[in-house]
């Protein structure tokens, strides 16, 4: 699977639209970009995930630019409760392919009031 | 409805002790994976199973580690001879299909003294 790249850290003011960045330049043709987070003390949660089209979905949506090499993870309203570990995942999807999950060290968002 | 649980949530033991680690996935998910993470890493993939056989336990560190599904339900992880280096969070995954996104339980602490 892919390597990605994600910033450290980031802050949000509350009510403002986050936008997490992701770099994924060497993703084949076959990887979906997925998101997870991890909110301190608890598992992933799944967020979305997409081959090559703009995805949303009732938590957040996801921008893949037309090359594919970077995605954005924007959650529109953040509230404090979306302080969390963001993980941005490259992942196969397909006959023969690994299921697994490679999982970086993620970008920890902190929502601030 | 439930979601993957996992027991105990905290386990401590001493050095060269065997631990059993149980994984009780979402109803009808045939795909249940089990993650390893440390302070401050992301997850770690150690095996994953397809029903009742272990489709990939490539990440499995070495033979204390040996993790079963006899009903293709129930999971549960064991590792003998513990050592201090396996002190970490034991995370567990189950997906309806291998295809699908993974929802992941609390977690196991694992702390070996």
């Known amino acids: 699977d892919a390597k990605t790249t994600q910033p450290t850290s980031m802050d949000c003011a509350e009510g403002r639209a986050a936008n997490l960045p992701c770099n994924h330049s060497?993703?084949?043709?076959?990887?979906?970009v997925y998101w997870y987070r991890q909110i301190h003390s608890q598992g992933p949660q799944y967020i979305i995930h997409?081959?090559?089209n703009n995805e949303t979905n009732e938590m957040a949506s996801l921008i893949i630019t037309e090359d594919r090499k970077s995605s954005t993870l924007i959650l529109p309203h953040a509230t404090l409760r979306d302080t969390a570990v963001y993980y941005c995942?490259?992942?196969?999807?397909?006959?023969?392919?690994?299921?697994?999950?490679?999982f970086g060290k993620g970008t920890l968002l902190t929502v601030n009031p | 409805g439930a979601g993957v649980s996992q027991t105990p949530s905290n386990k401590v033991t001493e050095k060269g002790k065997y631990v059993e680690l149980r994984c009780d996935p979402i109803s009808g998910h045939t795909a249940l994976y089990w993650y390893r993470q440390s302070l401050g890493q992301g997850p770690e993939f150690l095996i994953y199973f397809q029903g009742t056989g272990a489709a990939d336990d490539s990440g499995l560190p070495n033979d204390r580690f040996f993790a079963v599904r006899p009903e293709g339900s129930v999971s549960t992880l064991k590792i003998q001879r513990t050592e201090r280096g396996d002190s970490a969070v034991y995370l567990c995954a189950s997906s309806q299909n291998l295809r699908d996104e993974q929802f992941f339980g609390p977690g196991t602490r694992l702390t070996v003294l």
């Open positions: 997409g081959l090559k």
């Open positions: 060497t993703i084949s043709g076959n990887e979906y």
């Open positions: 995942i490259v992942r196969v999807v397909g006959g023969g392919s690994n299921y697994k999950l490679t």
